[in-house]
T-cell receptor
Framework: EAGVVQSPRYKIIEKKQPVAFWCNPI?????LYWYLQNLGQGPELLIR????????DSQLPKDRFSAERLKGVDSTLKIQPAELGDSAVYLC?????????????FGEGSRLTVL | RKEVEQDPGPFNVPEGATVAFNCTYS??????FFWYRQDCRKEPKLLMS???SGNEDGRFTAQLNRASQYISLLIRDSKLSDSATYLC???????????FGTGTQLKVEL
């Protein structure tokens, strides 16, 4: 079974430029998450989708971040414009249903460097 | 106060040692608890769930103390391959919100 696929793995941009990350969850997983992870910190939830509906986006900085999950499968996370403080790893994860089984499957992440 | 707190370490231990990590959580309504493992520059992966009665998986033992709101992970007979960051994870909001701790780094040395 293929795991969660993310791209790009690495991205270096200058501040004020836009950037987009793509995620393809495990087939059949209805719930998709975007997390942000800074060095030395645990992952922090940005947004959670159940199918195509964003059910928790309270931690998403909506002035510059946006996300979508068309057709309830793939998802994109966009930052426009990027700031220096956005440098981090952006992790996508998926789970079959509710998260309380604890089984989130993460992708390898997209490492963003903003210069 | 953070929702989930862990000692960041690093814990440097010799091979074969027993090491324990603790984690505290602030939301008394938290329902489910987990330990994840994250290798350097890799994604987090579920290590084990934590049950109220305590549970064991090989050399790993997890315990939950709801009254004191803390979770522990005990690793016996440490191996070099156990070197990683161990993330404490707590589920709230009907099980749909997972909050990660900052992680505890373990380094097992020869």
């Amino acid at each position: 079974e293929a795991g969660v696929v993310q791209s790009p793995r690495y991205k270096i941009i200058e501040k004020k430029q836009p950037v987009a990350f793509w995620c393809n969850p495990i087939s059949g997983h209805n719930t998709l998450y975007w997390y942000l992870q800074n060095l030395g910190q645990g992952p922090e939830l940005l947004i959670r989708y159940e199918n195509e509906e964003a059910v928790d986006d309270s931690q998403l900085p909506k002035d510059r971040f946006s996300a979508e999950r068309l057709k309830g499968v793939d998802s994109t996370l966009k930052i426009q414009p990027a700031e220096l403080g956005d440098s981090a790893v952006y992790l996508c994860a998926s789970s079959r249903d509710r998260a309380d089984t604890g089984e989130l499957f993460f992708g390898e992440g997209s490492r963003l460097t903003v210069l | 106060r953070k929702e989930v707190e862990q000692d960041p370490g690093p814990f440097n231990v010799p091979e074969g040692a027993t090491v324990a990590f603790n984690c505290t959580y602030s939301n008394s309504a938290s329902q489910s608890f987990f330990w994840y493992r994250q290798d350097c520059r890799k994604e987090p992966k579920l290590l084990m769930s934590v049950y109220s009665s305590g549970n064991e998986d090989g050399r790993f033992t997890a315990q939950l103390n709801r009254a004191s709101q803390y979770i522990s992970l005990l690793i016996r007979d440490s191996k070099l391959s156990d070197s990683a960051t161990y993330l404490c994870v707590v589920s709230t909001g009907g099980g749909n919100k997972l909050t990660f701790g900052t992680g505890t780094q373990l380094k097992v040395e020869l």
